[in-house]
């Protein structure tokens, strides 16, 4: 011993501390290295039972960026509101309401019963990059007589409309916008490369097609609204005020049956996607290891701790 650590009892301290911790380690080391071993085995293993799952992914612009009514507000919003109508608004608002009818129970509950895709979202373990199928659970679903099997509990495993959009929410569809640059990504994730790329052109075209719809039946009811103002009113200038807000709704009406790609416009559209973006088979593999290791280690820590408190119990 030096005259140092004479002089410094801590730092022999520390250093008998860090024996002891050492031999602790490699007297407990086969331990470590079994519960480590364990849980990359079963990393590996619970990695590989995962199956690849793919996404396709939609880059959006809004499709008009000041909007059909937006146009028409600021032109006649003042004669508008002397008949009591209000036409503000615009494309940004638009945007922001094709985004959340994209995420709303009624629209994605429309989109799936639509598409029928139930049984790909509920029923499908797998698909079959060789056959081009879908791989189905047969303890889920029976694809020769096309019917739901019976659960453990005697009633039959057909989803409900809430568990078909939970599930599509939180597993497959994601929405994300740009602040800088407005633009909007739709991404679908699926088990089936083909289908999430289909998913997610189906998406785009049926919230145009949503979003025209909801706007042609505002425009007819408030055509239908100004007509009967127009043939209550015997005054020139009230007249003259209702044709013109009902001829800018006509042309609102014409607009949008027009036009294909109403509420976004596609910049780059989904293809099918070649590579996986899920398991992360090797993160999963190590994460396993290192939980295994960590795990081995507090073990015989427990262990050495447990057998040190008895010995010290007997001692005294």
């Known amino acids: ?30 331990l470590i290295i079994t519960v480590t071993l364990g849980f990359a085995i079963a990393g590996v293993a619970y990695a590989l039972s995962k199956p690849n799952i793919y996404q396709a ?9 000041e909007g059909n009514m937006g146009g028409l507000s600021g032109q006649l919003g003042g004669l508008a509101s002397l008949a009591g109508i209000n036409l503000s608004g615009g494309g940004s608002n638009q945007t922001v309401i094709a985004k959340e009818v994209l995420r709303s129970r009624a629209f994605l509950a429309d989109f799936i019963e639509r598409h029928d895709l139930a049984v790909p979202l509920m029923a499908a373990e797998g698909w079959s990059l060789k056959q081009k199928e879908w791989q189905y659970d047969p303890d889920v679903y029976n694809p020769e007589t096309g019917n739901w099997l019976d659960g453990e509990d005697g009633e039959s495993q057909k989803p409900s409309d809430w568990n078909l959009v939970e599930t599509f929410k939180d597993n497959h569809l994601s929405i994300s916008e740009n602040q800088e640059t407005g633009l909007v990504t739709l991404g679908v994730k699926s088990l089936s490369p083909p289908a999430a790329a289909q998913w997610a052109q189906w998406l785009v075209e049926d919230i145009n097609e949503y979003m025209r719809r909801e706007d042609v039946a505002s425009a007819g009811a408030r055509i239908a609204y100004l007509e009967d103002k127009l ?13 013109q807000l009902i001829e800018s709704e006509t042309r609102t009406v014409m607009l949008a049956n027009a ?37 081995g280690v507090f073990i015989v820590f427990v262990r050495a701790f447990i057998k040190g408190t008895r010995e010290a119990e007997k001692g005294i």
Do not use: C, H
Not at 20 to 29: D, H, M, V, Y
């Open 1 to 30: 011993m030096t005259q140092y650590e004479v002089f410094n009892p801590q730092l022999q301290d520390d250093e008998i501390d860090l024996r002891e911790l050492l031999a602790t380690l490699w007297a407990g080391k086969w």
């Open 57 to 65: 992914s939609v880059l959006l612009a809004p499709a008009n960026e």
């Open 231 to 243: 043939n209550d009113t015997n005054i020139a200038g009230m007249q003259q005020v209702f044709y």
């Open 259 to 295: 036009q294909q790609e109403y509420a976004f416009k596609t910049i780059d559209p989904a293809v099918v996607p070649e590579d996986k973006i899920e398991p992360k088979r090797a993160l999963i593999a190590i994460l396993a290891t290192f939980l295994g290791g960590m795990l």
